[in-house]
C-alpha cells in the first residue's frame, strides 16, 4: 500500500502538540533484543527514532484499534501495544520507570482518534444542551483515578497557530464532527452512551493498575 | 519508514465517514485521472481500485491543505510540499462540498481544537470542568494554553 511516507516524517518533526515524549525500549521481534529509541506520540501515531535528535523516524505505530497491556517480561515496566486479528503485531515496549510506563500506558490507551472524536461529540451535546437553557447534565459519580494524577512524561507544548484549517474565532462553534454512517455498523460498543465507552476504556487501565500492585506486593 | 501495514488494511476496513467512488490524479507530472473508490476513516483517506479489497494507498490528513479546482474537484497537498497536490473530480457541486467539508475536520489537530473549545465554552457557561468527570482535564493534549488565541 501506498502512503504518504514524506507527510508523516514532516508530521512526526513538526511543532504541532506532543502528547508524550521519551526514551523506551522497543522489542525488535519475538526472540530479538530490545532497542532503545526515542519515542513520541502525536495524535494516534507514535513515532520512533533512533535518539532524540533524529531528524526523521526509524517508524511509526499507527494507533487506531489497538489495546494496551502489562505484560510478563523480563524487562521491568514492561507493556505492550497490541493488536486484534490473525497474526497481528503485538508491540512490547518498557519504560525507564514506573512513573514513565504509567504515563504511556494512560496516553496510548487513549490515543485514537475514534476516543478523541467521542470526547468531543460529548462536549458537543453538553453544549448544546447548556445553550438551550437546560441545567446542565448532572456530574457523574467521580471516580478516583487509576493511575496517579499529573504528567504524562516530557510533553512538549507549542503556540504555534493552528494552520490549514479555519482558526476556531470568537464564539463561532466549530462544526460538528462527522458522524459515522448510520447504515455502517462498528459493534456492539456503537450505541452505547458515552459514559459506558469511557468506563470501558478506563477498565483497561485500572485492571493494569490492580495487576501492577499485586505483582508488586509478591516477595 | 517502518509502519504497521497489517493495521492501517485493517483499518481501511472499517465504516467510512464518507465513501465514494470519485476520479483521481496523483501529484507527478503527467499522472491520468483514474476512477477510484475513495474512503474516508478517522484520519486517514484510503483509495481503492474499484474492484479490489486492498486499497492502492493512503494518506495520512494531518497538516493537509483542501482546495477547490474547478469544476466540481478539490485537492489535497501537504503543508511541507503545498504545490505537489493529489487531485479528486466530484460528479457534483453537492457531492465537492460534503468531501471538502468533511476532510477539513478529518485531522487529529482538528478534533483537539473542537475539544478545547468546547470545554472552554462549557467552563464559562457552568463554571464546571467537562472533562474532570472523565478523569483527562489533566492531560497535558486538552489545555487551553496550547492554542494561540
Same mark, same amino acid.
Given at each position: ?19 508524550? *515524549? ?56 514492561? @507493556? ?14 518498557? *519504560? ?16 485514537? @482518534? ?13 453544549? *448544546? ?47 460538528? /464532527? ?14 452505547? /452512551? @458515552? ?25 | &519508514? ?14 467510512? $465517514? ?46 493537509? +491543505?483542501?482546495?477547490? $479546482? !474547478? ?7 501537504? &503543508?511541507?510540499?503545498? $504545490? ?8 457534483? !457541486? $453537492? ?15 482538528? &478534533? ?9 465554552? +462549557?467552563?464559562? &457557561? ?5 472533562? !474532570? ?15 494561540? !488565541?
Amino acid at each position: 500500500m501506498k502512503l504518504n511516507e514524506r507527510s508523516l516524517a514532516f508530521y512526526a518533526t513538526c511543532d504541532a502538540p506532543v502528547d508524550n *515524549a521519551g526514551f523506551l525500549y522497543k522489542k525488535g521481534g519475538r526472540h530479538a533484543a530490545y532497542h532503545r529509541r526515542w519515542f513520541v506520540l502525536r495524535g494516534n501515531m507514535l513515532f520512533y527514532f533512533e535518539d532524540a535528535a533524529s531528524r526523521e523516524p526509524v517508524g511509526v505505530i499507527i494507533l487506531e484499534g489497538c489495546t494496551v497491556e502489562l505484560v510478563e517480561a523480563a524487562e521491568e515496566f514492561a @507493556f505492550a501495544v497490541r493488536f486484534a486479528g490473525t497474526r497481528a503485531r503485538t508491540y512490547v515496549l518498557a *519504560a525507564e520507570s514506573q512513573a514513565a510506563m504509567e504515563g504511556w500506558v494512560k496516553a496510548l490507551s487513549r490515543a485514537s @482518534f475514534d476516543y478523541l472524536r467521542l470526547v468531543v461529540r460529548e462536549l458537543e451535546q453538553q453544549l *448544546a444542551a447548556v445553550r438551550a437553557g437546560a441545567c446542565p447534565p448532572p456530574p457523574l459519580p467521580r471516580r478516583p483515578s487509576a493511575l496517579p494524577p499529573k504528567e504524562n512524561g516530557c510533553a512538549v507544548w507549542s503556540t504555534e497557530a493552528p494552520v490549514a484549517s479555519a482558526a476556531l474565532s470568537g464564539s463561532e462553534p466549530p462544526p460538528p /464532527p462527522p458522524r459515522r454512517r448510520a447504515s455502517a455498523p462498528h459493534g456492539p460498543l456503537d450505541a452505547a /452512551p @458515552f459514559a459506558q465507552l469511557h468506563e470501558w476504556y478506563g477498565q483497561e487501565i485500572r485492571a493494569l493498575r490492580s495487576r501492577w500492585l499485586t505483582s508488586r506486593a509478591q516477595p | &519508514m517502518r509502519y504497521n501495514e497489517k493495521e492501517l488494511q485493517a483499518l481501511s476496513r472499517q465504516p467510512a $465517514e464518507l465513501a465514494a467512488e470519485l476520479g483521481m490524479r496523483g501529484p507527478k507530472k503527467g499522472s491520468v485521472v483514474k476512477r477510484r473508490l475513495v474512503k474516508l476513516v478517522v484520519n486517514f483517506l484510503f483509495y481503492f481500485r474499484t474492484d479490489e479489497a486492498e486499497p492502492v494507498g493512503a494518506l495520512l490528513l494531518e497538516r493537509c +491543505i483542501v482546495a477547490r $479546482e !474547478e469544476p466540481s474537484g478539490f485537492s489535497i497537498s501537504f &503543508m511541507e510540499d503545498p $504545490e505537489r497536490k493529489y487531485y479528486f473530480k466530484c460528479c457534483s !457541486e $453537492e457531492q465537492c462540498q460534503e468531501w471538502m467539508e468533511a476532510l477539513h475536520q478529518a485531522s487529529y489537530e482538528f &478534533m483537539r481544537r473542537s475539544l478545547i473549545f468546547y470545554r472552554n465554552e +462549557i467552563q464559562k &457557561m457552568t463554571g464546571k470542568d467537562p472533562l !474532570e468527570q472523565f478523569g483527562i482535564s489533566e492531560e497535558a493534549r486538552f489545555q487551553l494554553s496550547s492554542l494561540k !488565541e
